[in-house]
C-alpha cells in the first residue's frame, strides 16, 4: 500500500550553475536546519560542468529531502531556475538559495514560525554579507537598521525604507499559495530580477513580518578575476537591465497610485544605483560612457525635483554634469563623490561664493548646483586639505617605475613663490609593517595643478617581507612653505591593465612572491599587489598557504586572536569598569590632587578654568590634573598633569582624588568615593527644561532613572547663580539645599569686574590681534544654540538671516564674531571675509564676551552671561513657536522678560542693529532687573569664595 509523503514546512530552491564544488555545502545548509520537515529542490540552469551530476548524487542520497530538475537550456540569469523550482515545490512556504551562499541554521525554523503565528504572505530577516576572501572573514550586515525587532506590516508603504533598501529575494519565506495567487514570478532574460520580483512581492502582500534573526549568509568573493552578474558594471547592457526593471517597477508603482514609495525609489536610484556605475567611468572609454549617459538621462531626467532635493553638493553635481555629457568636470566630481573628504576641482570664486567649476555659471539654476561654498573647502589651510592627485604616466621599465602625476590646486592655495618639496611613500596596508619613501624631484606649477614626476626603483628598494603584506599603497606627500599634504594617486586615463610587472625580491624569498602588479583599489587609488609568476614561486606560495591554514597555524593564529581579544577586552568600558569599582578605588587618596574638566574634556574653559587659575594665582599646594578628549590636548596648562578621558590614567586619577571639579559630568557609571569632594560648577542657567522636568527623561524606565539619579547624587556641591537656578536647575536635577553653593559662576568673574570699570583683560585684547579686528570697528558676537528635530538629532547649522547682506550693510564700520554651538559645524563665504569671523573653535567665550560691544543670541544660555556686562542684547528668536512649544518646554516666557529686542524677521534684526545706541539706553533698567533676577550671586568673587571655602585663604585644602 503506497503512502503519501507529508507537505513539507518548506521547500529551499537551490539555483546553481557551473558550480559543482560549492553546491554540497549550500544543500548541507538546509539539510542541516533545526526544522525537519524541509526539501530541497536544486535547479540546475543547464551547467557545463558537473553540477548536475553533483545535484543528483545529493537527491540519491537523500531521496525524501532533495529532488534535482535542469533546465533544457541556460536562462542567463538567476530567475527562471528559482521559477521552475516553484512550479515542483510541494511546501506550504519556499525559500530561495544560490548554490554558493548558505542557510543559517535556524532559518527555516524561524521564518515558519513568525510566518504562521502572524499570518503573514512574506516574512522577511536578515542577511549577513560574508567576505570569504578577506583575512578575517569581514561579516557586514545587509541593512540590519530593518530588523531590530519584530514587527509585522499590513502595508509595505508603512516601512518604505524595507521596499526600498531590501531588493533580495532569499532574506525572505513566501507562502507558496500566495505566490501562485498572484502568479508572481521572476522576469527571464534579464539581470536584476531581484528588484522586480521583491517589488511585486512587497506590494502584492496582504502582511508582511520582519524578525530580528540572521537567515541568510551571502558569501562574497572580492578578489576573483571573473565578477560576478551584478558587479560587471562596464558593460552598457548591465545598466540597461538595470533602468528596465526601474521602469518595470515605476509602472507597477504608479498603477497602483504609491507616489511616496515612487520618490523614495527614486531617490535610491540616484544615491545608489547611479553611483555604482559613476565609479567605474573614469576606466572607460567615451563610447561607453556617450551611451550610459543617454540611458541615464533618459531614465532619470523626469524625475521630480523633490528626488533631486534630497542629494548632497557633490551628488547633484554629478547628476547634472552626467547629464551635459562634461566628463571633463565629472571625472573629478566622480572622485570627491567616492573619497568624500577629498577636494578635486581647482573651484573658482565669484562674487563671494565658491563654484566648482567656472563654466555653466550664466546658467541660474546651475550655479545654485556647483555652489561649494558650504562645503567649506576655501576655509582650510594646505595642511588639512585632501586633494586630487591624478596619475598622468605609469612606465615599468625592469626594476623601475616612471611615476608622474597632477596635484590640484584649488582657490591656488599653493602661491606661484612657494617652496615645495615632494616624496612618495609606499606603506603596506597593514599599518604594522614596512614604509619605503623616494624622492620626487622638483614639483612645479603647472596652471591649475602641482606637477610632479619621479623615477623609483622599486625592485632594488622595495623589500616587502612578502606573506602578510600583500598590498602596497602610494602616498605622494607634498610639502609648500613648511605645510604638508597627503595625496592618494587617482588612476584614471592611464592604462595599468596592459603594464608590465615589477620584479620583487621579498625578505622571505622569492618563494613568496616575485613581482608586483599594479592595480586600482576600491576608492580608485593606485596600489601594488605581490604575485607569483615563476613556477617556483607559485609552487612555494602554495606550500606556505597550506601551512597557513594547517592545524599548527591555525593554533598560533587562535593564540593570536585570543590575546588580541584578551587586549581588546581590558580595554573595554565594561572591563574599565570593574577595574575601577574593584580595585583603584581602594588605593589611598592623594590630597591635594584636584582633577578638573570642562565640557567632557573637549576645552581648558570655564568655571573649572577659573578655580584652576585662581589656585594658581595663590600658589597653592594642589596637584592638578585636567582630563582631555581626543587624540591629542590643545590648549591646555603646561603646569598641570594632562591625562586623556576614559585612560587608565584617566580612572586612576579619579579614583585619587582629593577633589573633582567640572561643569558637565564625569562619567556616569564611575562612583565617587566618601573621601572624594565633587564641585558641580555647571555650565548656564536654564530657559529649556532640564533634567528630570524633561519628558525624555521622565519616559526612562525606572532602573534608568535611578541610575541617572545615582549619578546626580554624586556631587558634594552644585554652584548656583541665581534663585532661579535653585527653582529649576537645582529641582530639575534633585540637588538638595545643603549642596548649593550660592557664589555665582567663577567663569563670569571677569565680566563682572569688566562691568565694574576694571583695566581690560589681556587674554581679550590678544585674541582681538590674532583675530586681526580693527579696534575702530564696533564688534557684534552672535551665539545661538543649536537646533534638533523631532528625532532628536542635532540639525546643520544655518544662518537664519543673509550674512553676505549683513556684511554689505554694517561690514565698514562692524565686524561680527559668530560663535556657532559646539554640536555645529559652520561655513562662512569668502564674501564675507574681514567683515565676519567664524570664532567658533575658540575654547573659552568669556574672552569673546569682552571683545564684544553687542550680542545676538536666541535662547542660548550666554544671554545670563553677557547680560553682567550690562551691554546691548538682540533676542533673534525668529522660530519661537517651534522651540518653545516642542516636548521640552521653557521655564519662563523670553519674549515677555527679554532685556532687549526681539526681532521676528532678519529686516526687523538689520534695522535693530543699525540703532544700537537706542537699544541700550530703551533696555538699561530692563537689563539690570534681568541681571538682578538670573545672576544675582555673581559678584565677582565666586572663584575666590570656591577657593576659601575649599582650599582655605592661603589656597591650602582642607
Known sequence: MST?????????????????????????????????????????????????????????????????????????????????????????????????????????????????????????ALCVRVHTDSRHDKRVQWYPWLYRETRTLDSVAELPDLFVFDTLSTNKCYRRDFLLGNDLAFPRGIHYEDLLFSAQAYLAARRITLIPNTVYFWNVVQKTSVKSISNRRNEISNFADRVEIHRRIDAILDRQGQDELKLRKDIKFLKHDLVLYLRELPFLDDDYRHRFAELARDYVQDFPEAAYAELDRVHAICAQLLLREDWT??????????????????????????????????????????????????????????????LTEYTARGGDVVLAGEVVNPLHTIAPGAKLTAELEFRARRRSLQTFTFPVPAPRHQ???????????????????????????????????????????????????????VPVRPRLTRLMADRLEAQVSAKGHLAFRLTQHSRLARTGRAAVERNLHGRPARAAKGAYRRLRALRRDLNSGTRKLQVYERMLTRLPVRKGTVVFESHLGKQYSDSPRAIYEELRRRGAPITPIWSYAGERPEGFPKDAELVRRWSWGYLKALAQAEYWIDNQGFPLRLTKRPETTYIQTWHGSALKRMGFDEPGLRMLSEPEQRSYQQALDRFDHFVVRSEHDVRTLARAYRIPEHKLLRTGYPRNDALVRARQGAASNPEAQRLAERLGIDPDRRVLLYAPTFRAGSDGRVKDFEFPFDVEDFAARFGDDCTLLVRAH????????????????????????????LLADALITDYSSVMFDYALLQRPIVFYVHDWEEYAQDTRGTYFDLLSEAPGPVPRTAEELFDVLGDLGTVGAVHEARLKEFVDKYGEYDRGDAAAQIVDRFFGPAGEAR
Open 4 to 124: 503519501v509523503a507529508p507537505e513539507p514546512d518548506v521547500s529551499v530552491v537551490v539555483i546553481v550553475y557551473n558550480d559543482e564544488e560549492r553546491l554540497p555545502t549550500a544543500v548541507g545548509s538546509v539539510l542541516e536546519q533545526t526544522l525537519r520537515n524541509v526539501e530541497v529542490i536544486i535547479a540546475d540552469d543547464c551547467s557545463t560542468d558537473g553540477s548536475y551530476e553533483v545535484a543528483q548524487a545529493l537527491a540519491a542520497a537523500h531521496p525524501d529531502k532533495v529532488r534535482a530538475i535542469r533546465l533544457p537550456e541556460n536562462s542567463g540569469g538567476c530567475g527562471e531556475p528559482r521559477n521552475q523550482g516553484v512550479k515542483v515545490a510541494r511546501g506550504r512556504y519556499v525559500m530561495f538559495l544560490d548554490s554558493d551562499d548558505t542557510l543559517e541554521r535556524n532559518a527555516c525554523r524561524n521564518m515558519v514560525e513568525a510566518a504562521d503565528r502572524t499570518d503573514a504572505d512574506l516574512v522577511s
Open 329 to 390: 568636470d565629472l571625472m573629478p566630481a566622480i572622485d570627491t563623490l567616492l573619497n568624500r573628504n577629498k577636494i578635486s576641482a581647482p573651484l573658482t570664486e565669484r562674487d563671494g561664493r565658491i563654484y566648482w567649476t567656472d563654466r555653466y555659471l550664466d546658467d541660474d539654476e546651475m550655479r545654485s548646483v556647483l555652489d561649494v561654498t558650504t562645503l567649506g573647502y576655501h576655509a582650510k589651510q594646505l595642511n588639512q586639505m585632501y586633494l586630487r592627485n591624478r
Open 447 to 501: 596652471g591649475d595643478v602641482i606637477a610632479w614626476r619621479a623615477e623609483v626603483p622599486l625592485a632594488r628598494r622595495l623589500r616587502p617581507l612578502g606573506i602578510v603584506d600583500d598590498v602596497w599603497d602610494v602616498r605622494l606627500h607634498l610639502t609648500a612653505d613648511g605645510k604638508r599634504t597627503t595625496s592618494r594617486l587617482t588612476v584614471g586615463a592611464v592604462d595599468l591593465e596592459h603594464a608590465d610587472d
Open 822 to 849: 559646539y554640536l555645529n559645524r559652520l561655513t562662512l563665504p569668502p564674501s564675507v571675509a574681514g567683515s565676519v569671523i567664524d570664532v567658533s573653535a575658540e575654547p573659552d567665550i568669556t574672552p569673546l564676551m
